[in-house]
């Protein structure tokens, strides 16, 4: 055995027409993956057999063996078989511990195994030579028996003789004009034949397909030719039939188009006919009806004329009444109104002067009340007007004073030059606020001698005082 390409060695067989069933060897039980549905150097594994099966950790071999999936394991102790998990005593795919002293002896697959090979030189009934393709596709179901019962050299050598015996008796009994009609026969019974062969090894037919058929090229030809041959007549009948039934259809279609073209110009003519009986009777219709509208008109005319005269009158009739009844009318309501005017204005006047006459005594008691009150009163609120003039000023303070805008000095900060930051402006504004209340302080005091009152220096300011006030305070 050679090493071809490190996961298998090189079986010493030679491979054969078609498919070549063989037995594999190969390093390593995890190798068995890569061979899957494969055909490593044209050969097709059933068995494969592992030189070593232990998992190592660290470069130490330990007991745990990992069976890959899609085969069935044959486990010896010994050289003695192990019965495993599976219906036919093989371990299951997965992980197992076994003992140093045992080893997987073979793995079988599990697929579905497709064995393709020909069979040649067959004779037919007529004793022409053919060549079959087959197709067999089996399964490996008990290991065991298949193994020791059989192996894969030995199932490929009897499939083939077993096919091939097969397949030369069909031929033998098939004339070669019907050696294509075997595509898609059915082969249950020759499936059913070779299961019965097969089943005591474990191996089970599941299709049998008859792949490809060959005969000699001039035959072929020849057959070919027949066969156009019959496609061409077969074509050229129907092309006659097709012509045939073309020329009908266009007899009968042009008969179709006289028959209707006939019944069209008869019906039209007799529509003609109908439309010009129609139309003098329309006419005479016409002409009757114009005649009783003219006379209607005429009558309505002379109806709508006589209307028209009599309404005339009667209404000429009742604009003289209505203009007569009119000017009446209006003279007496001129006069009418007239005499309400003056009525109206000679009121008016009388009660104007009685009311003028009553508010100018209402008003000297008024003013005569307001004297009064205002002198009982005049020291009692007193004190009153000061404190409202002490808040108006307050109230003056306090905006001037919450005004982020401006800045107050007083005269003595003024006049030493202490004002915030020394400015200018301040001191300008200082001194106008002063020049201000100088002005209206001599303002107050004119007032005050025009009213004959008297006054009084309250908060720096020039306050006013009532006589009364001052004649109590003195």
Known sequence: MGNSLKTWYTPDIERKDGTTLVELWIPHIRDAHALVGLQPEGFTPITIVPESAASGLCGISCCCVAIPAGFRAIVSRFGADQVGQEE???????????????RVNRLVSKQLIVFDTPVKDCKTEDNI?????????????????FIYGLGPEKLDFMLRASQEEVMRKMISETTVEKIYDLHGNDTQALVDDMNKKFASYGVRIHHFTIKNVGIPQDMAG????????ESMTQEKLQQQESNRLRLNQAEG?????EECDNVYMAGVEQATNTQMKLQMEVNEVLA????????????????????????????????????????????????????SEVMARSYSLQKLSAAKCEAAGLLSIGRQGIAEAEGDASESFAAKREQEQEQARLSILSKLADNPHIQISTTLENTMGLAADNSLVNQVAQQGVEAMRMKLAEMTAASIKKL???????????????????MSGT
């Open 88 to 102: 036919d005593a093989t371990y299951s795919p997965g992980c197992h511990c076994l003992a140093p002293w045992s």
């Open 288 to 339: 009757m009806t114009d005649k009783e509208i003219a006379t209607v008109y005429a009558q309505i005319g002379a109806e709508v004329q006589d209307s028209i005269a009599t309404s005339d009158k009667r209404v000429a009739e009742t604009n003289a009444q209505a203009l007569a009844l009119s000017s009446k009318q209006q003279a007496e309501t001129e006069a009418e109104v007239e005499r």
């Open 222 to 229: 020849d057959m070919e030719d027949r066969t156009l041959y």
């Open 253 to 257: 279609r042009q008969k179709l188009k």
């Open 129 to 145: 030579t053919v060549n079959i393709d087959v197709l067999i596709v089996l399964e490996i179901e008990k290991a065991h028996d």
């Open 452 to 470: 004959n009152m008297s006054d009084k220096v309250c908060g720096g300011l020039v306050r006013p005082m009532p006589q009364q006030q001052s």
